[in-house]
Structure formats: structure tokens, C-alpha cells
């Protein structure tokens, strides 16, 4: 897996985050059985920037914690020779540390658990459903334990 971090936001030090968030991609696509052989991008943002993407590709005009965007609908597609891009993951920081606060956390755990739900949103899960919320949370539960992040950091 070719994992690119993008940081666009200034308030935290994301420094430590990439070891982080390479362990969770990558236990994740264990868990799933899936090939990991995929271009990831995941975004660490801001709540104004979150809330705009929000606006315009949902119109949803709220900031939100985390947004997935597909490359395509029917998977992946690449030039010959270059890994397929499986999407973007976007976080908010802002709403990170928030929820970590909320629930009684660390916003490392927090980032990596929105990492997961939003590369389950990019492999095709949803939680429209009751069935499919039960499923898409026993998978994020699933991996976040392989990860060790439910116990803190």
C-alpha cells in the first residue's frame, strides 16, 4: 500500500500520526482479506475545511469528522504500471480532538478509528442500514482491536 498523509491544517503536530495511521491501514486490509495493493491518500484537516467539502460534494453544510471519496464506483483504476487509487480519507483534527475528549480518549485512538470508517466507507460499507451499521462497527471494532487502539496509546 502506498499510503500518502496530507496535512492541511496548522493547529496539531501530525509528525507521529503517519506511523500510526500506516498500521491501521495496513492491519486493516489484513483484517478485511483485502489487496492492499492500492494508492491511499487520508487528509488531516480543519473543521472549516471539512465543512466545505461537506457543502459541496454532500450538501451537508456542517463540519463533520471524517469523509470518503471513492475514485471510482466500479474500484479502483490505474495507468499500466501504477497501483490503483482506492480514494481519499478526510479527517478533521478539530472534531478528533473534540469526540477523543468527549468519549474519554486519546486523539491518537480517535484518528485512527475515523481512519478505519472511512476506508470501510472507501471498500464499499455504509451504515444506512441497521445491518449495515452492525457489520461496518463489528469490522471497525475488529480492527481497531488487532491494532491495539482500544486500549490507550
Given at each position: 500500500m502506498e499510503l500518502a498523509i496530507r496535512n492541511q491544517q496548522n493547529?496539531?503536530?501530525?509528525?507521529?500520526?503517519?506511523?500510526?495511521?500506516q498500521e491501521v491501514m495496513e492491519t486493516a486490509f489484513q483484517r478485511l482479506g483485502a489487496s492492499s495493493a492500492?494508492?491511499?491518500?487520508?487528509?488531516?484537516t480543519d473543521d472549516a475545511s471539512i465543512r466545505t467539502l461537506?457543502?459541496?460534494?454532500?450538501?451537508?453544510?456542517?463540519?463533520?469528522d471524517v469523509l470518503s471519496f471513492p475514485q471510482q464506483d466500479n474500484g479502483p483504476a490505474s495507468?499500466?504500471?501504477?497501483?490503483?487509487?482506492?480514494?481519499?480519507?478526510?479527517?478533521?483534527?478539530?472534531?478528533?480532538?473534540?469526540?477523543?475528549?468527549?468519549?474519554?480518549?486519546?486523539?491518537?485512538?480517535?484518528?485512527?478509528?475515523?481512519a478505519v470508517h472511512g476506508?470501510?466507507?472507501?471498500?464499499?460499507?455504509?451504515?444506512?442500514?441497521d445491518e449495515g451499521k452492525k457489520r461496518m462497527r463489528s469490522w471497525e471494532k475488529d480492527i481497531m482491536q488487532a491494532c491495539q487502539l482500544l486500549r490507550e496509546r
Open positions: 493547529t496539531f503536530d501530525v509528525r507521529h500520526l503517519r506511523s500510526l495511521l492500492v494508492e491511499l491518500v487520508i487528509v488531516l461537506n457543502r459541496d460534494f454532500r450538501g451537508n453544510d456542517a463540519s463533520t495507468p499500466a504500471g501504477e497501483l490503483p487509487v482506492l480514494g481519499d480519507i478526510v479527517v478533521s483534527l478539530e472534531t478528533a480532538q473534540r469526540q477523543a475528549a468527549e468519549y474519554g480518549h486519546s486523539v491518537d485512538r480517535e484518528v485512527g478509528y475515523l476506508l470501510l466507507h472507501l471498500m464499499g460499507f455504509d451504515h444506512e442500514s
